[in-house]
């Protein structure tokens, strides 16, 4: 498949604007706080992803108020997607949003969407507080935002005068490109096999058609690259 993964395990490029006075994003190991028995800050990453690494706004601290957002908005921004010449792109991410104290009613928010260097289209927008991690997919076609190269994901949330608590996360990021099937092209679909499982020193792998296959590490290495016509590398 087509895409980009991110599961916050190294640092990939992604950009923090800081307009809070604190609290703004970072890449972290999350570190819980309590607000009337309810967690504010996440103290886990979301479950079943790589590493413990999530971006939350601010981390940790004795008080509920130690490090939550303060001051004005901050805002997250994905490295470069490019997605000219695909027809949809199916975006699945997790996101933590709490909202709660001060004097008044809250009424901060947590914004979510999918820019292409010139216009934005909105893919979530919430003012409910929450405290768990929440998944969330959506599927954008071209017809609703034109693709271009520079497509990015912003992540925006703030906390509006007057201040409350406010804690926002975000884990899990995928984006998976997808092209339509041509009509002039073979309806025969491209697979491999796998083996053995588990593997001890070679991994076999096979191809009907002629594919590239490129093997990276954790790192996002690569550690192997082959095209070639049904045989093994």
Known sequence: ESGYED???????????????????ERVKPAGTIYNNEICNPNNDVENDL????????????????????GGSTILTSP???AMGYDSIAIDF??????SGGNSAPNDYLNISLNNGSASL?????????????????????????????MKLV?????????????????????????ATSSTSSTEPDFFTFYPNPVSTELFIESKNKSTVVILDLM??????????????
């Open 80 to 82: 470069e997607i490019k």
């Open 51 to 70: 590493g413990n690494f999530a971006y939350v706004t601010g981390n940790g601290g004795v008080n509920p108020g130690d490090n939550d957002l303060d």
């Open 220 to 233: 996002g290495k690569v550690v192997c690259k082959h095209t070639g016509d049904s045989k093994s590398i």
């Open 122 to 150: 909105p893919l979530l927008n919430t003012t409910q507080s929450s405290s768990q991690w929440k998944e969330t997919i959506y599927k954008v076609a071209s017809t609703d935002l034109a693709f271009t190269n520079n």
């Open 7 to 25: 599961d916050f395990f190294a640092d990939l490029d992604w950009k923090v604007t800081k307009n809070g006075t604190a609290g703004n994003w």
């Open 94 to 99: 997790n996101y933590w949003f709490f909202n």
């Open 155 to 179: 992540i925006k949330t703030e906390d509006v005068t007057p201040g409350h608590l406010v804690e926002a996360g975000f884990d899990k990021f995928s984006a998976q490109l997808i092209q």
